[in-house]
C-alpha cells in the first residue's frame, strides 16, 4: 500500500540524488487511485513547507520555488 510516508521517503531520496524539477508521476499514480484523487490539479501532502502537487494530464509534479527543498539528504 502506497502511503503519505512512503511518498515523503521516495521524495527525500530522489531529491538527494537529484537537485532539480523531477517527475515521480509513477509513484503518485497509485495514489490517485487509493486516495481516489480526481484528474485535476491536486495537493498531495505539504513536506517541510513545501506544497507537492500533480497534473496528472501532464504528468508533473511542481516543486513551486522552495530551492532548500532541493537540498534534502
Known amino acids: 500500500m502506497i502511503t503519505k510516508e512512503l511518498i515523503i521517503d521516495t521524495c527525500q531520496e530522489v531529491l538527494s ?4 524539477n523531477f517527475s515521480i508521476y509513477k509513484v503518485l499514480i497509485p495514489v490517485h487511485k ?6 485535476h490539479v491536486q ?7 513545501v506544497r507537492w502537487y500533480t497534473d496528472f494530464n501532464n504528468e508533473r509534479i511542481d516543486l513551486g520555488e522552495y530551492p532548500e527543498f532541493y537540498e534534502v539528504g
Open 17 to 20: 540524488k537529484n537537485k532539480a
Open 34 to 39: 487509493e486516495f481516489g484523487l480526481d484528474h
Open 43 to 49: 495537493e498531495v501532502f505539504t513536506f517541510n513547507g
